[in-house]
């Protein structure tokens, strides 16, 4: 791939499986902000830190927030493991 000037960049593929969720996505969001084209495999296999049952209270409050006039509306949150990292990595 040839970018705008003239210089080759390669896509990285990084493999996701036993990285800290946090970790990962900082050092991921950087490289893209860089310009580095980045393709992540095994989503589904990242970790997270702390216990089940304090994870599983934050993602049952996380999927509690909802808007007042029209839940529909949003937010949306995203229950596939790839969207979750492509989320925290967005911010």
């Avoid at 593929?13 to 992540?40: C, P, T, W, Y």
């Avoid at 049952?53 to 937010?75: A, D, I």
Wanted: hydrophobic letters at 40%; one cysteine or more; glycine letters at 8%.
């Amino acid at each position: 791939m040839v970018s705008g000037s003239g210089v080759c960049k390669r896509v990285v593929v990084v493999d996701a499986r036993h990285h800290m969720l946090g970790r990962l996505a900082s050092i991921l969001a950087k490289e893209l902000l860089n310009g580095q084209r980045i393709v992540v495999v095994r989503c589904e296999e990242i970790c997270l830190s702390g216990g089940l049952v304090r994870q599983k209270m934050k993602y049952l409050r996380f999927l509690r927030k909802r808007m007042n006039t029209k839940p529909s509306h949003g937010p949306i949150h995203f229950r596939a493991p790839a969207k979750i990292l492509w989320r925290t990595i967005r911010g």
